[in-house]
């Protein structure tokens, strides 16, 4: 499975309430959220995420609290994929779970900035900046998570069928 999109990139420690702010949690509606997606840090992002777009960011992406509203945030604004140096534990299995996709590698935080062109194969792991042209390598996600991901997230892939 592949990506490629324009980069959106930001810094270390971004929240949960930085991505999705708290005083939108009264819905679960997934364009509501994403049509609130990290304005508290990034006003404009919402006007300029485009379907595909690969977010950057640094340490502990997703801290904070455990609600799954981010990545959904994320996911429905038109986010394909976050790379990061690392995710909180929780954000990171919530992504998993409504089928964001994420790679954690500092080489590619360092070498990719805003804007850039970036396509990504989470089969191989391989992150490659076609702006640059250089190409880094994340640890690929185990088969069952790729099918997960592939899948739309683990509810997907239950009422898909393609887990039991």
Known sequence: MKTQGKVL??????DTDVIIPARY???SDKKELASHCMEDIDKEFVHKVQAGDIMVAG????????????PIALKESGISLVIARSF?????RNSINIGLAI???SEAVDGISEGDSVEADFDSGVIYNKTT??????QPFPEFIQKLLKAGGLVAAI???EIK
Do not use: M, P, W
């Open 159 to 161: 009422q898909s069928g």
């Open 25 to 27: 949690l009264n819905t």
């Open 133 to 138: 042209g250089k190409s880094f390598q994340a």
């Open 103 to 105: 790679l954690e590698c």
């Open 88 to 92: 909180a534990r929780i954000f990171y």
């Open 9 to 14: 990139k930001y810094g270390d420690n971004v």
């Open 59 to 70: 340490y502990n992406f997703g801290c904070g609290s455990s609600r799954e509203h981010a």
